[in-house]
């Protein structure tokens, strides 16, 4: 049975999971409207499917351990970008915050010893360190390439394909 303090935070949780899924697919939909960048229009939709699956993810445990995941009422994004290394840019300090709401949630999960909880988290935990290395990946390649022309068209190609293991790019 899950504590009233766990509950809320995963609550929260909940919505910041939702938030995200929303600030992706607001860029997603900002990034189709420019031309030549398909890929990038691609991962930003896939970002946001993730997050969308990761608020589920949740949702699912807090009922499954007997409490009631509250589905959040949502604010509208930004929605448009002065550049693409803007919207890259906010995807990075986004994931940043979201690690940073995860380790508090671990944090709350230790002082009221739920373990069950704590482990369940530990899937986040990991995800965030990889989605934070993607995304600083990304910003680092988006900075070299500056308004290069043909680095971005290469930009494009590659970013479906472009994964991180521990942190490093592949
Ligand atoms: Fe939900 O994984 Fe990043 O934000």
């Known amino acids: 049975?899950?504590?009233?303090?766990?509950?809320?935070?995963?609550?929260?949780?909940?919505?910041?999971?939702?938030?995200s899924s929303q600030v992706y697919l607001a860029m997603a939909s900002w990034a189709?409207?420019?031309?030549g960048i398909n890929n990038i229009t691609a991962f930003f939709y896939r970002q946001s499917d993730?997050?969308?699956?990761?608020?589920?993810?949740?949702?699912?445990?807090v009922n499954d351990r007997g409490g009631f995941a509250?589905?959040?009422?949502l604010e509208?994004?930004?929605l448009t970008f002065p550049s693409l290394q803007h919207a890259f840019k906010q995807l990075l300090e986004h994931e940043i915050f979201v690690s940073e709401s995860i380790n508090k949630m671990v944090d709350i999960a230790l002082q009221?010893?739920?373990y069950a909880t704590h482990n369940f988290l530990q899937w986040y935990v990991a995800e965030q360190i990889e989605?934070?290395?993607?995304?600083?990946?990304?910003?680092?390649k988006l900075e070299m390439i500056g308004n290069e022309k043909s680095g971005l068209y290469l930009f494009d190609k590659d970013i479906l394909t472009v994964t991180v293991i521990d942190g490093n790019a592949e």
């Open 50 to 61: 993730e997050e969308r699956e990761h608020m589920l993810k949740l949702i699912h445990f």
């Open 131 to 140: 989605e934070e290395a993607l995304a600083r990946t990304l910003n680092d």
């Open 32 to 35: 189709e409207i420019q031309p």
């Open 112 to 114: 009221e010893k739920d």
């Open 70 to 73: 509250v589905v959040p009422p």
């Open 76 to 78: 509208q994004p930004v």
């Open 1 to 19: 049975m899950l504590g009233k303090r766990m509950q809320e935070a995963l609550n929260e949780q909940i919505r910041i999971e939702a938030e």
